[in-house]
C-alpha cells in the first residue's frame, strides 16, 4: 500500500510510520523543516517536507494514496486561533488535498482523542455516542475537525479513532516519570482510584491497522483502550520497581509547586516543560474511562500486550535496563 502518515515525526505517528514500514508498506511521511526525522530515515520512510498549512505539499504528500493517517496535531498552543489553524483549516486542507490527487483512496483514518469526548463520570466507562464535552482548545477543535471528516463531501472512506492516554517510550509524560524515577523521586499523580483508560503504544499502532485494513470500520467512530480503568499512580509504582528504584515520595502539593517554578523557568527559556500544572489538574480533578468494546466487537481488536509487557518495553528502550539491574544490587 501507499501511506501517507501526518505527524509522523511525534510519539504515536513514529511508532506507526515505523511499524507500516516493517510490514513492507511504501510510507511517505509529511514532515516541517524543523522535525526531528532520525529515526524515520533509518526506518526508510519517505520525507515529504511540507505542513497542513501549505496546499502544495499536501497535494504531493497525498497523491496516489491508497491510506491516510492523519494524526499531525498542536496539542499546546497558546490561544484558540491556534489550535483551530492546526486542527481544523489544516484537516480541512488534507481533505481537499485528498479529493484532488487521492481519488482511489481506500481509507483515511482521523486520529482523534478522548480530549474530543471529553471526561467522563466516576466509574463510567464513556461511549462514542455519549455527548462530547471537551475541557479544552485542544479537544474542541479535534472534535470539530471530526465534523468535518464526518460532513466532507465529496465523501471518503474515512474511520475515527479516539486513543486514550497512550504509553510508550518517547511520550512526554513517560520522559518526565522516568526522569523523576531516575533521580529517585516518584511522583504521586492523580488519586489512588481508578481515573483513566489506558493503552500501550504498541496496541495503538495495531488498532490503527485494523482501522486500515477492515471494511467494517468505514464510517465508525471508536474508542480504544486496553480495557483496564486504572489508577495513574500505577504506571509510576511499575516503572520505579522494573527500574529497581528505592524513591523520595513527591507529593502532589510540591508536584505541583514545582511544575509551576519550571514552567516559569522554561517560558524564559522560550521552551516547554514535559509537564506543566495544566496537566496535573486534569490528571487529578477529573475521570478520564472509555468503553473500548465497540472496536472488539466490530474489528476484532485485542491488546498483544500485558500492562507490564508494555512498561518493561519502555524501560527497555529508553536504555534504562542496565541502571535497573545496577542500582538493584
Avoid at 524515520?40 to 505542513?51: D, I, N, Q, T
Avoid at 479544552?136 to 472512506?157: I, N, Q
Avoid at 523521586?185 to 485494523?210: C, H, N, T, W, Y
Avoid at 496535573?280 to 491488546?303: A, C, M, N, Q, V
Wanted: with cysteine; net charge positive; aromatic share 6%.
Amino acid at each position: 500500500m501507499k501511506i501517507l502518515v501526518t505527524g509522523a515525526s511525534g510519539f504515536i505517528g513514529g511508532h506507526l510510520a515505523e511499524e507500516l514500514v516493517r510490514r513492507g508498506h511504501e510510507v511517505r511521511a509529511l514532515v516541517r523543516s524543523s522535525s526531528k526525522t532520525g529515526r524515520l530515515e533509518r526506518a526508510g520512510a519517505a520525507l515529504v517536507p511540507g505542513s497542513l498549512e501549505d496546499k502544495a505539499s499536501l497535494a504531493a504528500a497525498a497523491s496516489g494514496a491508497d491510506w491516510i493517517f492523519h494524526l499531525a496535531a498542536v496539542i499546546h498552543a497558546p490561544s484558540w486561533e491556534t489550535h483551530l489553524s492546526a486542527s481544523v483549516e489544516g484537516t480541512r486542507n488534507l481533505l481537499e488535498a485528498c479529493a484532488r490527487t487521492a481519488p482511489g483512496l481506500k481509507r483515511f483514518v482521523f486520529v482523534s482523542s478522548i480530549s474530543a469526548s471529553g471526561p467522563s463520570g466516576r466509574g463510567v466507562l464513556k461511549k462514542e455516542d455519549d455527548p462530547c464535552r471537551p475541557i479544552s482548545d485542544y479537544g474542541r477543535g479535534k472534535l470539530l475537525a471530526e465534523k468535518l471528516v464526518r460532513d466532507f463531501e465529496p465523501k471518503l472512506p474515512w474511520v475515527i479513532l479516539r486513543p486514550p492516554n497512550v504509553l510508550g517510550a518517547r511520550e512526554r509524560e513517560v520522559k518526565f516519570v522516568l526522569s523523576a524515577l531516575r533521580a529517585r523521586v516518584k511522583p504521586v499523580l492523580g488519586r489512588k482510584e481508578a481515573q483513566s483508560s489506558f493503552l500501550m503504544v504498541e496496541d495503538l499502532v495495531e488498532g490503527l491497522i485494523l482501522c486500515a485494513e477492515k471494511p467494517e470500520a468505514v464510517g465508525e467512530i471508536f474508542n480504544i483502550t486496553d480495557g483496564v480503568p486504572r489508577s495513574w499512580r500505577e504506571p509510576v509504582d511499575i516503572l520505579a520497581r522494573l527500574l529497581g528504584r528505592r524513591c523520595l515520595t513527591l507529593p502532589h502539593g510540591l508536584l505541583f509547586a514545582l511544575a509551576g517554578a519550571a514552567e516559569l523557568g522554561f517560558k524564559l527559556a522560550g521552551k516547554r516543560p514535559l509537564v506543566g500544572r495544566g496537566a496535573l489538574r486534569h490528571i487529578r480533578d477529573f475521570y478520564w474511562l472509555y468503553d473500548g468494546s465497540k472496536i472488539e466487537r466490530t474489528l476484532g481488536f485485542k491488546p498483544f500486550l500485558t500492562f507490564e509487557e508494555g512498561l518493561t518495553n519502555i524501560v527497555r528502550e529508553s536504555g534504562l535496563e542496565r541502571g535497573s539491574r545496577t542500582s538493584a544490587k
